[in-house]
């Protein structure tokens, strides 16, 4: 009996212990919660990040604060992340780049990227346009395949080395058999000015980068990477609609935590997220903006940072493609 009274006790202990636990989870946020972004403010991930945060303190309450800690291509910030407690008061918001790009062209990022994060969502998705100057010969893609093919080739500009918009010109000199010169900048914008101003022959710019000047008549789209035509862009054709099925790309923003976050929290955070990114006050300008909402489960993101970051693993080998 006084065995039997004596395992009663602790399993009382340990139940009345779990207590606390429990229900801070169930009334999380209550903290103030961090959205890192390893990217300087005002880009994509930024904008995704601080609109989210918004809305998030509207559904959940609380504070959700945006921090940015930019540094070598967004590995920098990952690491911190990746360092940060797993109690749901820092979560990463990060795009392709520092997930599946930065790990095989830094040499040491301080994170596993394939093990050290519990993946929450892919919140948005959004592809690149093959772009040329308004008055360029280059009216379709077979004229940019002819051009390369020729002795004089094409430049195509990106904003900067292992990008989305330098990757995808290589993804498609490899699928191709081609090959261009790639020109990196500092960002998107100074890019696509180079590209207006006839410095430059092309380049697979991002949507939201390149959309204002299509749509105002500088700049010429010849085709969109995504799956599907973009429907700010509905007479420009898909790159495997033209058949080339294996250059359908897509930038993406998605939000991750330390590993080990609760998961009662992750998936009150996801859900949140998906609210947030469907409200009516949110989506219709995030859809003008290019962006496609994504909002995918935990499990369909893992399984997609896995095979994003075997695709790219691959194109950077093949293309011997360097940080600097």
Not at 25 to 44: I, Q
Not at 107 to 123: Q, S
Not at 143 to 170: P, W
Request: charged share 20%.
């Amino acid at each position: 009996m006084k065995r039997l009274l004596s395992t009663l006790a602790l399993g009382l202990a340990a139940a009345t212990t779990a207590l606390p636990v429990l229900a801070q989870n169930a009334s999380w946020p209550t903290k103030p919660v961090t959205f890192l972004v390893p990217f300087p403010p005002g880009g994509s991930t930024d904008l995704i990040s601080r609109t989210v945060g918004a809305k998030l303190q509207e559904k959940l309450g609380g504070t959700f604060v945006t921090e940015n800690r930019p540094g070598a291509g967004g590995t920098v910030g990952t690491a911190q992340a990746k360092r940060a407690a797993p109690d749901g008061n820092t979560i990463l918001v990060s795009s392709l780049g520092p997930f599946v790009i930065g790990p095989h062209l830094v040499k040491d990022t301080g994170y596993d990227a394939l093990k050290d994060f519990d993946y929450i969502t892919v919140a948005v998705q959004a592809p690149n346009v093959l772009v040329v100057n308004a008055n360029s010969k280059l009216n379709s893609v077979q004229d940019v395949l002819a051009a390369l093919k020729g002795k004089n080739g094409l430049t195509f500009a990106s904003a900067g080395n292992g990008t989305s918009d330098h990757l995808t010109a290589e993804l498609f000199w490899q699928e191709t058999g081609t090959k261009g010169t790639h020109v990196p900048y500092k960002g998107g914008a100074p890019a696509i000015i180079d590209l207006i101003g006839g410095q430059v022959d092309a380049s697979f710019s991002n949507i939201n980068t390149c959309l204002t000047h299509v749509q105002s008549g500088k700049l010429r789209a010849l085709a969109v990477t995504s799956a599907k035509r973009s429907p700010l862009l509905p007479d420009v054709p898909t790159m495997e609609e033209l058949g080339f099925k294996g250059v359908t790309v897509t930038s993406w923003q998605a939000f991750a935590a330390p590993k080990g976050i609760p998961t009662d929290i992750r998936d009150k955070l996801r859900r949140g997220i998906v609210d947030s990114l469907n409200d009516p006050s949110v989506k219709p300008k995030l859809l003008e903006l290019g962006f496609e909402i994504v909002g995918n489960t935990p499990a369909e993101f893992t399984k997609f940072q896995a095979a994003e970051y075997a695709r790219w693993k691959k194109v950077i080998e093949v293309g011997q493609i360097t940080a600097n």
